[in-house]
């Protein structure tokens, strides 16, 4: 265990309520109506997955909002590193063990407020390669951790789903939260029956429950993932290494990491009652693309790309979503686009930010404690 700091009642109220306001504590912008003011000093945050691509950005962006953070990761990637700039942080801490340990949990779980779950096997590939592994934990160690939130004074869990879940959604409207779920992976099989689990519990349980459900993620983070579509697309045409696609013409949302941090945090900051057992589609109506339209834009940035398009793989997804409760209800928009990170990522690129060795591991390709 390395423990920095351990989180205490004070964290909950005490001389954290009273703390003048830090100068970074800002609003975010925050929809239609009004720009809510993402204000986290009141909360003790467990991040159950927070060295990942997406978990390393929201760490940091809840300690910049005013929230004591705990990480709970189990680093099967061997990503610790996604934290270290984190590690000096005096409302920063950090546990590495195994959200299927109990004791583990247990421990982490002290002085919380708040916790949110985003630690899985994350992606089609690498649950099918581990599937054992991945019911393990992306299933069992997921509603072990739910069932033991009840025994705690935790307000809020919110729970990392992921748009995959609507598999194959065709037709002239995209898929709201009420859309039938058609999964097309073991992955999305385990995030559906956790979310199932969760939502028969929802009204029963003390602390407040709330599903997300994330578009596909983009954009830089401390542990990048290049195994994503948009940072891989624009990485292979940048680097002329050659990209093939298959299925060009299948669609997928897309949202930045920090676009997705921001969602995290403003339920968060909502009255619990108001979320609990809702499920929330995040993105952007108008940020889903086509990979054809992934590749032309990287063209737009490149003298030339070297694609070939093909037929027939074996990821049949093709779905676009509906995000307009989320904008509705939280007034939550997106600050970042596609079109604004590939040419960031191409630029990244062009002045050495990652070699292409580091771009080759960065993905979930092989588990570190069994590999
Ligand atoms: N990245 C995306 O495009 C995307 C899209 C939709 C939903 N999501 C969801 O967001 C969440 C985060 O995704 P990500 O891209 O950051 O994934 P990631 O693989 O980068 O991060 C997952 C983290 O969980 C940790 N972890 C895995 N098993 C663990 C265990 N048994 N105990 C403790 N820690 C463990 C890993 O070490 C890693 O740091 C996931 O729940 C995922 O399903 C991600």
Known sequence: MYEHHSPTAESRGGAARRAPRPPHAVCETGGPEARRELDLREHCVLVVGGAGYVGSVMAGRLLRHGARVRVLDALVYR??????????????????????????????????????????????????????????????ASKQLFDMLEATPVERFVFASTCS?????????????????????????????????????????????????IATAYGMSPRMRFDLTVSHFTWALAAGVGLTVYDADTWRPYCHVRDISKAFMSVLCQDRERVRGEVYNVGENQQQFTKRM??????????????????????????????????????????????????RLIEARRQGAFSSSEVERAGNYELSAIA
């Open 79 to 140: 990503n610790g590193f996604a934290l270290r700039h984190l590690l000096e942080e005096p409302k920063f801490s950090f546990i590495k063990g195994d959200f299927v340990d109990p004791p583990t949990v247990k421990g982490a779980l002290e002085g919380v407020s708040d916790v949110i779950l985003l630690a899985s096997l994350v992606g089609d590939p690498i649950c099918k390669r581990y599937p054992d592994l991945a019911v393990q934990a992306n299933v069992n």
């Open 165 to 213: 879940n609507y598999g194959i959604h065709l037709g002239n409207e995209p898929a709201p939260e009420g859309a039938p779920l058609n999964p097309q992976s073991l992955y999305a099989e385990t995030k559906i029956e956790v979310e199932n689990f969760i939502l028969q519990r929802a009204h029963s349980v003390a602390f407040a429950p709330t599903v997300l459900r």
């Open 294 to 343: 992934i590749v032309d834009e990287a063209r737009r940035h490149l003298e030339r790309v070297d694609v070939r398009y093909m037929s027939g793989d074996t990821d049949p997804r093709n779905y676009r979503v509906c995000f307009d409760k989320i904008s509705r209800e939280l007034g939550f928009a997106c600050d970042h686009s596609v079109q604004d990170y590939v040419p």
